[in-house]
């Protein structure tokens, strides 16, 4: 709990007055997916520096697309399309 609000075990009395079950659930998960989003995230650059310094040819990377069956349409585009879909799901 102090890793996800950042707070010493002192001040975790605050957050739970504070705070209901679902905000700390969610925090607790974003916090969680945050950080393996970073991991993977530097486990693949370090295994394409690794591959490059190896003499590795660089590796195309392609664009992910909508899954299939699902009309890319409905996905955002653009950043201010992103926003836009963040703010109407978020206020």
């Known amino acids: 709990m102090c890793w996800v609000f950042d707070v010493s075990p002192s001040q975790l009395r605050g957050v739970f007055w504070s705070n209901s079950h ?3 659930k969610m925090r607790m998960r974003l916090k969680a ?3 393996q989003v ?3 995230q530097q486990y693949s650059t370090i295994a394409s520096i690794i591959s490059r310094a190896l003499g590795g040819k660089p590796e195309k990377r392609k664009r992910p697309g909508p899954p299939k069956g699902l009309d ?3 996905f955002p585009q653009t950043e201010q399309e992103l926003r ?3 703010q109407r799901a978020f206020g």
Do not use: G, P, S, T
Request: proline letters at 0%; hydrophobic letters at 60%; zero cysteines.
């Open 38 to 40: 970073m991991i993977v």
């Open 33 to 35: 997916q945050f950080q």
């Open 22 to 24: 679902r905000d700390v």
């Open 72 to 74: 890319e349409k409905l």
């Open 84 to 86: 836009a879909v963040f």
